[in-house]
C-alpha cells in the first residue's frame, strides 16, 4: 500500500514538471521580441513635480530595460522578473522608502511587462511616470 502511494505521488510530480515546462515553453515560444539591429525609440519621463523631460534613444538593444540602463536614463535593481526601476533621471522612487514607483506606458497605455521583457521596434514610444501608491 505504501508503495503505491509512493508511486501516485512520482507520477504525480512528473506530471505537473511536465506541465510547468509545457506552459514555460509556450510562453518562451510567443515571448515578444525586439528587433534586431539598429533602432530609435523615445522616452517621456514624467518627474513627480510634474515637469517632463523627453530622451530620443539610438539603441542596438533588443528589450527596453537595457536601453535604459545603457542610456543612464534608469537604474535599479535585478528582481525575480528583471530590473526593478528604481531611479529614473537622477529621480528616486523605491515603494519601500516613499510608497512610490515608475509606471511603466508603452505609448499611452500602461505596460504589462516590465521593461526587461518589453521588445523594442523602431519608433517605438514609451514613458515612465513618477507615481504614488
Known sequence: ????????????????????????????ATAGKGDAGGKT?????????????????????????????????AEGTEGPYGLMIEVVDGEEAIWEKTKSYWALYIGQDYASTGADQTPLHD????????TLG
Open 1 to 28: 500500500m505504501k508503495n503505491k502511494k509512493q508511486i501516485l505521488w512520482a507520477g504525480i510530480l512528473l506530471a505537473a514538471i511536465l506541465v510547468l515546462t509545457g506552459i514555460y515553453g509556450i510562453y518562451r
Open 41 to 73: 525609440i523615445t522616452v517621456q519621463v514624467i518627474h513627480s513635480d510634474g515637469t517632463q523631460k523627453d530622451f530620443t534613444v539610438n539603441t542596438e538593444a533588443e528589450f527596453l530595460g537595457q536601453a535604459l540602463l545603457e542610456e543612464n536614463i
Open 123 to 130: 519608433g517605438d514610444s514609451f514613458k515612465l511616470e513618477y
